[in-house]
């Protein structure tokens, strides 16, 4: 088994064991209701997380570029609330007209 394989297999094994974590630890209790919205809003942080470091970051530096400015264009869009697929596009076209300037 090469190194990459076993990789795969230890990610996926961690993962398992941290998602039945929940299960065996609570034994059919709920949550309490501040943990349960807590929860709730952790994806959209994390999500948010990840679009800044990909926008800002260029090996550790912080990098401002066409995609940028593109990100950027495509959140005063959806402030603006053209449809999803009309902001995705603007902010495509403006990252890839600076490109070619």
Do not use: C, H, Y
């Amino acid at each position: 088994m090469t190194a990459v394989w076993t990789s795969i297999g230890v990610v996926a094994a961690v993962n398992f064991a941290i998602k039945a974590a929940g299960p065996v630890f609570l034994g059919g209790r709920e949550l309490p209701d501040v943990l349960v919205r807590v929860i709730a809003l952790l994806a959209s942080a994390i999500l948010a997380a990840l679009v800044v470091v990909g926008t800002f970051s260029d090996e550790g530096e912080l990098s401002i570029d066409a995609q940028t400015a593109g990100v950027g264009v495509t959140g005063v869009a959806v402030l603006l609330r053209l449809p999803l697929l009309v902001s995705v596009g603007l902010g495509a076209l403006t990252a890839a007209l600076l490109r070619a300037v």
